[in-house]
Nanobody, 121 residues
């Protein structure tokens, strides 16, 4: 069984920083694209940032210049460094992996359980 486990959320004041981590557990051969999405209360889930296995990144317009996504393929982990946080960034942040190949099979569109980020003004 493969799972994505996020950590690093919490409460921070506007202008502050947080770093989220997401690690894939299990005996994994490879992971294709990984990314972070977020969902505010009463809102649709939206892309924050994604990174391909080869390092190609895409950012949502609202976070460009403030957030940085990175990954460590050897550790099956993706990170999201969030700087200059704004109250509008308050949401539950979810990790996603679009294809995971492991000893137990190939899994598509995996999601983590989510980690809450709250930015106070």
């Amino acid at each position: 069984q493969v799972q994505l486990v996020e950590s690093g959320g919490g409460l921070v004041q506007a202008g502050g920083s947080l770093r989220l981590s997401c690690s894939a557990s299990g005996r994994i051969f490879s992971i294709d694209g990984m990314g972070w999405y977020r969902q505010g209360t009463g809102e649709k889930r939206e892309l924050v940032a994604s990174v391909s296995r080869g390092g190609v990144v895409v950012y949502g317009d609202s976070v460009k210049g403030r957030f940085t996504i990175s990954r460590d393929n050897a550790k099956n982990t993706v990170y999201l460094q969030m700087n200059s946080l704004e109250p509008e960034d308050t949401a539950v942040y979810y990790c996603n992996a679009d294809r995971v190949t492991s000893v137990t099979g190939t899994f598509y569109n995996l999601w983590g359980q989510g980690t809450r980020v709250t930015v106070s003004s």
